[in-house]
Nanobody
Framework: QVQLVESGGGLVQPGGSLRLSCAAT????????MGWFRQPPGKEREFVAA?????????YYADPVKDRFTISRDNAKSTVYLQMNSLKPEDTAVYYC?????????????????WGQGTQVTVSS
């Protein structure tokens, strides 16, 4: 069993930055593909970014966040990060971390086995 806890959300002005963290308890994240998803107000959950589970880590991004967001992981700390720069009002959402053991593709669909409780990100002046 993996428990995921997100942190780092908050209120930020347009153009600002935030770094979200996702800490796993229960076991190491080795072997787990990790993803970040978000759910804007009144909309469905959508893919944001993902990082593969091992070897040379590959990263994947949704088009709206490419070149602004960066996903990374530190297996020794059992933590995954999402660095968000140049934030826009349309980035406002609840952000969720997700983990799935052995996943080697289809990172974009929200079928991961483990999910965090979410952290609110609000971009507003």
């Amino acid at each position: 069993q993996v428990q995921l806890v997100e942190s780092g959300g908050g209120l930020v002005q347009p153009g600002g930055s935030l770094r979200l963290s996702c800490a796993a308890t229960g076991r190491t994240l080795s072997g787990y593909a990790m993803g970040w998803f978000r759910q804007p107000p009144g909309k469905e959950r959508e893919f944001v970014a993902a990082i593969s589970r091992g070897g040379v880590y590959s990263t994947y991004y949704a088009d709206p966040v490419k070149d602004r967001f960066t996903i990374s992981r530190d297996n020794a700390k059992s933590t995954v990060y999402l660095q968000m720069n140049s934030l826009k009002p349309e980035d406002t959402a609840v952000y969720y971390c997700a983990a799935d053991y052995g996943r080697d593709g289809d990172y974009w669909t929200p079928t991961y086995k483990y999910w965090g409780q979410g952290t609110q990100v609000t971009v507003s002046s």
